[in-house]
């Protein structure tokens, strides 16, 4: 069974900068692609960015050039590093694994950004 574990939100002011983390258990995360969603209030919840299994990522325009993700298969995690944050950014992210057609998802964490 998948299970995905997020930690690092918390509140930043305006151009300043967190690292999401996202911990997987499972034996199939080193084939699965990872991902980071978000979900603003009012919104719909939007792809931020992901990484398959040989490392190609993609990035939603508003955040390419600030946000950075990456994964470590051996241990089994996933990062976003979030850089230049804006307050837009403001959403609670849910770190994802697909494989190879099904979603697991994580239990969010809150990102605010606010002066």
């Given at each position: 069974?998948?299970?995905?574990?997020?930690?690092?939100?918390g509140s930043v002011q305006p151009g300043g900068s967190l690292r999401l983390s996202?911990?997987?258990?499972?034996?199939?995360?080193?084939?699965?692609?990872?991902?980071?969603?978000?979900?603003?209030?009012?919104?719909?919840?939007?792809?931020?960015?992901?990484?398959?299994?040989?490392?190609?990522t993609i990035y939603v325009d508003s955040v390419k050039g600030r946000f950075t993700?990456?994964?470590?298969?051996?241990?089994?995690?996933?990062?976003?590093?979030?850089?230049?944050?804006?307050?837009?950014?403001?959403?609670?992210?849910?770190?994802?694994?697909?494989?190879?057609?099904?979603?697991?998802?994580?239990?969010?964490?809150?990102?605010?950004?606010?002066?």
């Amino acid at each position: 069974q998948v299970q995905l574990v997020e930690s690092g939100g918390g509140s930043v002011q305006p151009g300043g900068s967190l690292r999401l983390s996202c911990a997987a258990s499972g034996s199939i995360f080193r084939l699965s692609t990872m991902g980071w969603y978000r979900q603003a209030p009012g919104k719909e919840r939007e792809l931020v960015a992901s990484v398959t299994w040989t490392s190609d990522t993609i990035y939603v325009d508003s955040v390419k050039g600030r946000f950075t993700i990456s994964r470590d298969n051996a241990n089994k995690k996933v990062y976003l590093q979030m850089s230049s944050l804006k307050p837009e950014d403001t959403a609670v992210y849910y770190c994802t694994l697909r494989w190879p057609t099904v979603n697991y998802w994580g239990q969010g964490t809150q990102v605010t950004v606010s002066s």
